[in-house]
T-cell receptor, first 115, second 115 residues
Framework: GAGVSQSPRYKVAKRGQDVALRCDPI?????LFWYQQALGQGPEFLTY????????KSGLPSDRFFAERPEGSVSTLKIQRTQQEDSAVYLC?????????????FGPGTRLTVL | AQSVSQHNHHVILSEAASLELGCNYS??????LFWYVQYPGQHLQLLLK??????LVKGIKGFEAEFIKSKFSFNLRKPSVQWSDTAEYFC?????????????FGTGTKLQVIP
């Protein structure tokens, strides 16, 4: 069965470059979450979509981070002018119903390394 | 805002030993509680969750957790661990209220089971 997929799995960027990370949620899932997981830490919330609406972006660390889900399915997290502190694993999760109470299904993550 | 504390960062046990991983949260209202697990090389996946009802929740692979409201705790237990339980375990909390509330994760506990 199809789970949550993310691409690329690994990304190396030079400081100052822009990157785009893709998430394909489970088909039909209403909710989509992005998390940032630094080494030795738990996932830190970045942003939440309910269908195509971005209902919460309170976790985005700066205005260099931007996320979209234009058709309510695939989502892209974009980081502009990457900095070394952006190095982390970026996780995407989806859940069937709206809100944050349902089980979240996680993708494998994209490991971003900024040199 | 809610927060989650996992006091054990790294636990080493021999096979057949009993396991208890601590999780405490801070939030004054009603919460949903989760334990997620990440096996080596795999995605984060749900182990068990508590929404309401019986405070003793049973999950997959013989794990259980007990919600103790007076202690703001949701500790994970297993009577007899196996080598295959080697993984990282994350406690998470979601404040229950109308509409959407984000999920907050703890920093995780790495469990190493020695054969």
């Amino acid at each position: 069965g199809a789970g949550v997929s993310q691409s690329p799995r690994y990304k190396v960027a030079k400081r100052g470059q822009d990157v785009a990370l893709r998430c394909d949620p489970i088909s039909g899932h209403v909710s989509l979450f992005w998390y940032q997981q630094a080494l030795g830490q738990g996932p830190e919330f970045l942003t939440y979509f309910q269908n195509e609406a971005q209902l919460d972006k309170s976790g985005l660390p700066s205005d260099r981070f931007f996320a979209e889900r234009p058709e309510g399915s695939v989502s892209t997290l974009k980081i502009q002018r990457t900095q070394q502190e952006d190095s982390a694993v970026y996780l995407c999760a989806s859940s069937l119903i709206a809100g944050g109470t349902d089980t979240q299904y996680f993708g494998p993550g994209t490991r971003l390394t900024v040199l | 805002a809610q927060s989650v504390s996992q006091h054990n960062h790294h636990v080493i046990l021999s096979e057949a030993a009993s396991l208890e991983l601590g999780c405490n949260y801070s939030y004054g209202g009603t919460v949903n509680l989760f334990w997620y697990v990440q096996y080596p090389g795999q995605h984060l996946q749900l182990l068990l969750k508590y929404f309401s009802g019986d405070p003793l929740v049973k999950g997959i692979k013989g794990f259980e957790a007990e919600f103790i409201k007076s202690k703001f705790s949701f500790n994970l237990r297993k009577p007899s661990v196996q080598w295959s339980d080697t993984a990282e375990y994350f406690c998470a909390v979601n404040a229950r209220s109308g509409g959407y509330q984000k999920v907050t994760f703890g920093t995780g506990t790495k469990l190493q089971v020695i054969p």
